[in-house]
């Protein structure tokens, strides 16, 4: 029980203090108009509202989970789940929660703020508010989170079983987190969209629309929270992967290299948020005019300075140890680094491509566009085949980086190399959920009638925030299949599966693949489904109001609609609808685990991966693109605003809006949480 | 070798036999008017030419595969691999070569005697003479195909490495044919109907669109001649890895048990021939008011005939042997005749499964319709959730046919089950491919201003041949699936592959299956990205001839469009698509096998058929949906024709067509080609 956890923890109470600070000094800030403060606090009560509502629902869920892994405790003792584990997954899913919490408390207060500062300050202005904003929720992910995990593994001494219990409950916050909010703000957009724009022609963010402000709601909810809690998820993941896998391997290493291998992912997480204070005080202090530059070299700064302190520390405090797998060989001290460089090579690359295939610099999105002149088919049929092929090169880069990490330290270094790969989640989800909030604060000042030019800035902001966000959302999927596979190798291990066991000639292995792969797109259909019905009723309710409310569609002076009933609908919808996804989630690994057992579990969730990652991929590039052809179009291409190819371009946003807000980052989620449950149960299936 | 060859070849030469008396049947049969004549010529010359020319192109591939098999047997004496499999590989092409040529031959014969028929025999004659179309193209199928293979067996003594070939050659040549043919009929249809619709407000089929014509060619060589190529590949490919496992089991079994276990499929494929030939003199004999009962009567008396007949062979002449796996077990008579049932079981389960999904009798579909009433968005969204649910059902199935079929008897119950679902493989292709034969007979109608009362009949042997065919395509996946599993198996013993080589546990697998499970998107987006540009190059084609012949678009009399050069640009862009998918599908597990060896390719076999069936599915069942869909509001609901809802499924539909004709189905050979490749190059990966 070495230093690694002073360092992990005084590295994870530094977030927590430069929260603290960011915090503060976005409140600092002036909200602007009366009526700007108005607008955000409407938002800021309809995303409370939400997040409560939700967080009753998960909340029962954790008490349920928690009273089971008690009972299997008290009736099953030998097996060692007990209360133990229940602790600790409560402890985790307590830690996402407020993770979740105060990224939604900061953003929608962020969000008038950053339009009041495009209009005093500029772009400088506004970036530097929103950024901060963006900030508190990045930092205060990686800090709860670490904090979370070094307590919890101070208490229970390192014990696996009982630790692992921690991934889970943060998993399990984190998939609710996804799944409702991106139900909620895919319900509410398209709602708004297709009555406000397409039946009553008003454009975009129109106060008269009643869903407005849902949707403003869901933008916080769905990309600031969900996405809060989807990387922390995949943080604790790989942090909990790598620390299983070193204490399996802590035996035949021996005591030093044991200790160093059970320090090491504790190290890299904490230099990790070093270098993500670094990136967002870098952004902070050098942004000037150009903002894509200064996010992406701040990124690139947190990266390099986490990968220059951890190389160092190998260096100096490495230990060597018999490769797990071949036979003879010795891991030298650069081998778990080497395996962290690997992840963020990678999960850079993988990055790289996502913004090729949807942004609109590149041939797909202007193939869309172009497209798009023949009609909402072609656009649909392109923006399908664009998330196809985005998944080559993605999917070769992942399965060579699996192969390499094997060969330089066995599946610790697959799990390292996730863990490299999130070792920057702060200032990941820093440059992430800055870009909502200037979306927000883009339809607040046009809510607020203010100078165009202010929108203009957040506009661009918001444009420099997709592609960020593009890198962003093509690293979370990266991350989670490296993570998902580094949970996996995990399972197997804990559960003690031979080669054997799994081998592709057991027919139990391969009926588990098959109905693994068949999981992620019956979690997808549920996702639609209910994305489906939570707009519809929200079609209903703006039409009704509508007609309704004498001068709303007129908008009459002093008119406002009712749009606290639509923030109630989107919610409920959203409830309702992640209810079943969650249920599949959760009860399939159990089930098959006890129906089929461990060989064929293991069977499955490489199914799971296979095809979730592949469906993962496709959905949220295909969105994207779809969506950026739209904006190509509106930039005055192929007849611009209002010509028959935007038209069809709208279509194909609409078509691309769940695809890569809802169903692509719930499909991270499902993969990692089906893995995490499978190691957190292993001695239950054994 | 034994009498399971003679009895074999008698049957197949009994389904010649009766393909040559149902061939002149239908060829005695009146044209009709004279134009109907000409039109059907025009189709047929269209036809032939893109055979032609396709075959071209394939024979190219078959002589490069055959030189270089017979290169690799000169290098590498001692690896088994000589021009004898490439004897076998070129008979297997041009088995499949020629069966597609007999059914496109028959179809585009059959279609104008079909029209006639319904003049003067109403719905019976006119059923008459389309299934006896429909039956020349399935007899001749399995006829040609099990006479081939009865031939290449004996001349080569049953030396899997050599009869193997076999199959490779039917799947290569079935790869082309229904991707091109895919291409062909797809780009034709988006293309006529984008322009002849949309932009000239003229109705479906009119003489007036140039790419009719060329629409009518497509539904020959894609729906016909291409699922006929798409069967048969199945049909050879399900005997063909029985034979090869079995050959592996010989030793193990005795010589008595292994005799028997070769001839099994055999006889199976024989008896299947025989309840085939009973079904359509079922259905020939017993067709009167009511089509549809006709058909599943047909089809069940086809399937049970086979069933008892293979069962009172197995009871007199079945030997038990010991189970493979299952130490100290034996196979009693019964493990292979139960696994034949298993599989025809689950194969008409998926195909009844596919029938609720996109059957407008049923709530999905018109969940489809009512979405649609919101625009087109909604259809599509609602169209994919759909295409996604309908996996559920059928992989569970298949998953648990698979465990039961390997504990029934081992691998080679599986293979056995694949088999079994495709006995009657030439009562399905007859049923399936009266489909579209009944559909040309109604577009000769239109265009020939023949009575409205004709086009009724043909519309309505179309609904119900739409259904058949729904129940067709998920047979076809759910048997390729099986296939590809079975072949899979084959490879793996070929290949000599243990248990720990092929290990989930080992990093090379796994990075195999990511692969796997991405070739089905990238293969799909080539398909894709070549439907979509041939379309473009139709809708610009046809854009110029409305401008540029006088009097075309207002249908002056006597004023003809250019069709032929239709039929061209849809020729070129399906020789020109098919050719990068043809590529992807024969090199990949090439590449893969020599780079990384035989485990990682096993893996990536295993990736492929994982994601394929899952995408092969979903995209055929949301085509067929979305199709559907528009069909049910073509009725009268939700406002009928020309109304919001109609364009908006209208465009689904568009959608839709590529995922359920080119996407779909191509992917069944994509996951069987590679399976075959495999398994005859195994001798090379070792």
Redesign the interface.
Request: hydrophobic residues 60%; charged residues 5%.
């Given at each position: 029980m070495g230093n690694f956890l002073v360092i992990a923890g005084i590295a994870s109470l530094l977030a927590l203090a430069f929260v603290v600070y960011l915090a503060k000094y976005v409140l600092s800030k002036p909200q602007g108009t009366e009526h700007m403060a108005k607008l955000s606090s409407m938002v800021q009560d309809g995303a409370r509202a939400f997040l409560y509502r939700e967080y009753r629902y998960v909340g029962s869920f954790v008490v349920v989970i928690f009273l089971l892994l008690t009972i299997v405790g008290l009736v099953n003792p030998e097996i060692g789940l007990n209360f133990r584990t229940a602790i600790a997954f409560a402890a985790g899913a307590v830690a996402s929660g407020c993770a979740g919490f105060l990224g939604m408390y900061i953003a929608t207060r962020a969000n008038a703020r950053t339009a009041a500062a495009a209009e005093t300050g500029g772009v400088r202005g506004a970036l530097d508010v929103a950024m901060s904003g963006g900030a508190v929720m990045g930092m205060g992910v990686v800090g709860i989170a670490l904090l979370g995990l070094v307590i919890v593994y101070r208490m229970f001494e390192g014990d696996p079983v009982i630790v692992n219990g921690y991934a889970m409950g943060a998993s399990l916050v984190a998939l609710f987190g996804r799944t409702g909010g991106g139900i909620f703000t895919k319900g509410a957009d398209?709602g708004a969209d297709?009555v406000g724009k397409?039946e009553a022609g008003i454009p975009e963010d129109d106060p008269r629309n009643p869903a407005v402000i849902a949707d403003n709601v869901g933008d916080n909810v769905g990309d600031v929270a969900g996405l809060g809690a989807d990387l922390l998820e995949s943080f604790v993941a790989s942090i909990i992967s790598s620390l299983a896998i070193a204490f399996i391997m802590y035996t035949a290493v021996g005591a030093e290299a044991g200790e160093f291998l059970r320090g090491f992912p504790f190290i890299l997480a904490g230099v990790g948020i070093i270098g993500s204070i670094l990136g967002v005080m870098y952004v902070k202090r050098f942004a000037q005019s150009n903002p894509q530059s200064a996010l992406m070299n701040g990124t690139y700064l947190s990266a390099i300075v986490t990968l220059v302190a951890i190389g160092v520390y190998s260096y100096f405090y490495g230990v060597s140890f018999p490769h797990p797998d071949r036979e003879g060989i010795e891991v030298a001290w650069w081998g778990p680094f080497l395996a962290a460089v690997l992840g963020i090579v990678s999960g850079t690359l993988v990055g790289f491509i996502s913004e090729y295939f949807t942004s609109s610099k590149y041939a797909p999105v202007q193939r869309i566009a172009k497209?798009s002149q023949?009609?909402?088919?072609?656009t649909?049929?392109?923006g399908?085949?664009?998330g196809?092929?985005s998944?080559?090169i993605p999917?070769?880069v992942?399965?060579?980086a699996?192969?390499l990490?094997?060969?330089l330290c066995g599946?610790y270094g697959?799990a390292i190399a996730a863990l490299g790969m999130l070792a920057t989640t702060g200032m990941v989800v820093a440059v992430d959920s800055y870009g909502p909030i200037a979306d927000n604060a883009g339809g607040i000042a046009e809510m607020s009638h203010l100078d165009p030019k202010v929108r203009e800035i957040t506009d661009n902001l918001d444009a420099v925030g997709n592609t960020t966000a593009a890198i962003g959302k093509g690293f979370a999927i990266g991350s989670a299949a490296f993570a998902a596979?580094g949970l996996?190798?995990a399972f197997?291990l804990a559960a003690d599966?031979s080669?054997?066991d799994?081998?592709?000639?057991?027919?139990?292995?391969?009926?588990?693949?098959?109905?693994?792969?068949?999981l992620p797109?019956?979690f997808?259909?549920l996702l639609?489904?209910a994305?489906?019905r939570c707009?519809?009723m929200m079609?209903l309710e703006v039409r009704r109001q509508f007609d309704a409310i004498p001068g709303l569609r007129d908008g009459e002076e002093g008119v406002l609609p009712d749009s606290t009933t639509c923030v109630d609908i989107a919610t409920q919808g959203a409830i309702k609808g992640m209810m079943l996804p969650g249920f599949l989630a959760i009860f399939a690994p159990i089930i098959m685990g006890l129906l089929l057992g461990p060989d064929a579990l293991?069977?499955m969730l490489?199914?799971a991966?296979?095809?979730g990652?592949?469906l993962g991929l496709?959905s949220a590039n295909s969105g994207g693109a779809m969506d950026n052809a739209k904006k190509f179009i509106e930039e005055g291409n192929y007849g611009g605003k209002n010509s028959e190819a935007h038209k069809a371009a709208v279509?194909?946003d609409?078509?691309g809006d769940?695809l890569k807000d809802t169903v692509g980052p719930s499909i991270n989620i499902l993969i990692k949480l089906m893995g995490v449950i499978s190691l957190v149960l292993a001695p239950l299936f054994i």
């Open positions: 398209m297709l397409v497209g023949s009609g909402p088919a072609i649909v049929t392109e399908t085949a664009v196809m092929q998944t080559i999917i070769i992942l399965a060579l699996v192969v990490a094997y060969w599946v697959v596979i996996l190798s197997m599966l080669p054997q799994v081998s592709l000639l057991d027919p139990q292995v391969l009926a588990g693949i098959l109905i693994g792969a068949m797109f019956f997808s259909s639609f489904g994305v489906g707009a519809d079609i293991a069977g490489v199914g991966i296979a095809s990652v592949m496709s279509v194909g609409t078509v769940p």
